[in-house]
C-alpha cells in the first residue's frame, strides 16, 4: 500500500472521529441522541438515508452483478429507485407529521405503541425485538465487510482489521449519536457520489470512450447490454420487489421522522433521488466498464469470482495514490454508513423501547442518553464477536452472512404494511398491527426455509425445496402482511375517538395529502 494512500485514509477515519467528538457536545437529551432533536437540514436527511440506505453493495455488489451479467443486474437497481422515490413521496411527510402528532415518538417502536395507544405494550416490544435481532447481525455482516477492505488493502490480519474498522465507528457513534451519524453519513455520501462519477468517466475514457467501450463489453459478452438476457418473470419480479423494502427500513425511516418540518421534504426527495439515480448509474458502468477493461485478466474463472473487486481494482490501476485513498475511503464510508445507522436504531430500541418503556419509567434524559451509548458498545461487541467467524476462510463464515439476507425481506416485511396502512387508512387497530407485523416476519422466514434447497457440503442438491420456484420472500411476506392487517383490523374494537382525531391532525400537517 501506497504511503500517500494510507495517510489519504487515515485522515478520513480522524475526520469521522472530529465529527463524533462535535457532535457530543450538541447532544444533551435522549431525542437528541436518538433523532438528533428534529434538527436534520434537507441536504443532510437525504444523503445521509441515501448513505445508510446503500451500503457496501453500492460500490462493491453493484458493480460485481454488473461486471457479471451485464445491464441484467438493472432491475434490482430500478426496483430499489422506484421504491425510494416513493417512500420519499408518501411515506416521509406523512411519518414526520404522525410522529410528532403521536407524543413526540422519536423511535419506530415508540411510534406504533403511541399511534395505536397500546397499553399492553406488546406492540413496542415486538417491533423493538425485531430491530435487535435483525440488525445485530445486519451490523456483524457489514463488519466483515469493513475488514475485507482492510485486509486486502492494507494488509493486515483479518481479526485486526475488524478491530480497527469497529473502534472507529463505535467511538463516533458512541459520542455523538444521532447527529454524528447524520453528518458522517452525509458526508460519506458525497464521497460515494464522487467516486462513482469519477470511477467509470475514467475508466470509459481510458477505453476510448463510450462507443468503444460498448463495442469491447459486447465482446466479451454478447448480452452484456442485453436487458432481459437471462431474465425469467419470477426473476424480474422478485428483483424489482425489493422496492417494497424501503417502507420498512427502521435506519432509513428515522432521517424522515428526523427533519425540521415537513416542508423540507419535497427538497429533501429531489437531492435524495438525484443522488440514488446518479450513483446507482455509476455503479452499473463501473461493471460493464470493468468487461472491456479487465478483458485480458477476467475477474471471474471456474476457480474464482473476483467480480465484487472491480470497484477496488480500479482504484489501483487508474488513479494516483492520493484519489486512491480517497476512493478506498468511499468504499468504507459505503460500509460505515449503514453500520453506525444500524447501531444507533439498536441501541435507541434498547434505551427507549425497553430500558425506559419496561424497567426505569422515570429515568432522567442524560441516564437514557448513557443507556444508549452503552447499548451501543453492547450491540456492537455482539456484533464483532460474530464477525470474529466472518472471515471468508472460516468455513462457518456463510452461516453468518446468509442471516443478513432475511433482513432487508424481514423489515420490509414485518414493518413495510405496518407503516404505510398506520399512516394512511383511518380503520386500522392495534390487533391488525400486530397481526401484520408478526404475519410479515414469519412468512419471510417460513417461505425462505421452504424454498431453499438442502445442499451437502459439495454444493450438490439432496433435497429439493418444497416451494419450487425462487420468488423472493418480501413478496408474499408483504402481501400476507397487508392482508392480515385488513382482516384483524376489522375484526374487535375499532379505532377511538382519540386515535381518530390524532390521525386528521396527522393528516392536516401533511404537505402531501
Known sequence: MDTATLVTFIVYLVGMLAIGIISYRLTSNLSDYVLGGRSLKPGVAALSAGASDMSSWLLLG???????????????????????????????????????????SITVPDFFENRFKDGSRMLRVISALVILIFFTFYTSSGLVGGAILFQESFDMGYNTALLIGAIVIISYTFLGGFLAVSWTDFIQGILMFLA????????????????????????????GLDLFAGASAIGVISLLAWGLGYFGQPHIITRFMALRSTKDVPKARWIGMTWMIASVAGAVLVGLSGIAYFADAPLITDAVDN????????????????????????????????????????SSALAEDFYKAILRKNASDQELVWVGRFGVILIA???????????PANENASSILDLVSYAWAGFGAAFGPVIVFALFWKGMTR???LAGMITGAVTVVAWKLLSTPELNEAGEVVQEAVIPFSLYEIVPGFILAS???????????????????????????????
Open 62 to 104: 453493484l458493480p460485481g452483478a454488473a461486471y457479471a451479467s451485464g445491464l441484467g443486474s438493472i432491475w434490482l437497481a430500478i426496483g430499489l429507485t422506484i421504491g425510494a422515490y416513493l417512500n420519499w413521496k408518501f411515506v416521509a411527510s406523512r411519518l414526520r407529521s404522525y410522529t410528532e402528532v403521536a407524543n413526540d
Open 196 to 223: 462513482l462519477i469519477v470511477a467509470p468517466i475514467v475508466a470509459i475514457t481510458e477505453l476510448g470512450g463510450w462507443g468503444d467501450t460498448m463495442d469491447q463489453v459486447t465482446a466479451v459478452n454478447p448480452e
Open 307 to 346: 467480480s465484487e473487486k472491480v470497484f477496488i481494482l480500479f482504484t489501483d490501476v487508474l488513479f494516483n495514490p492520493w484519489v486512491s485513498g480517497i476512493l478506498l475511503a468511499a468504499i468504507l464510508s459505503a460500509i460505515m454508513s449503514t453500520i453506525d445507522s444500524q447501531l444507533l436504531v439498536s
Open 381 to 391: 461487541v455482539i456484533a464483532v464477536l460474530l464477525a470474529l467467524g466472518g472471515n
Open 431 to 433: 390487533n391488525g398491527a
Open 483 to 513: 392482508l392480515a392487517i385488513f382482516i384483524f383490523s376489522k375484526v374487535g374494537p375499532q379505532p377511538s375517538e382519540e386515535i381518530q382525531a390524532e390521525f386528521d391532525s396527522a393528516v392536516a400537517n401533511d404537505i402531501t395529502k
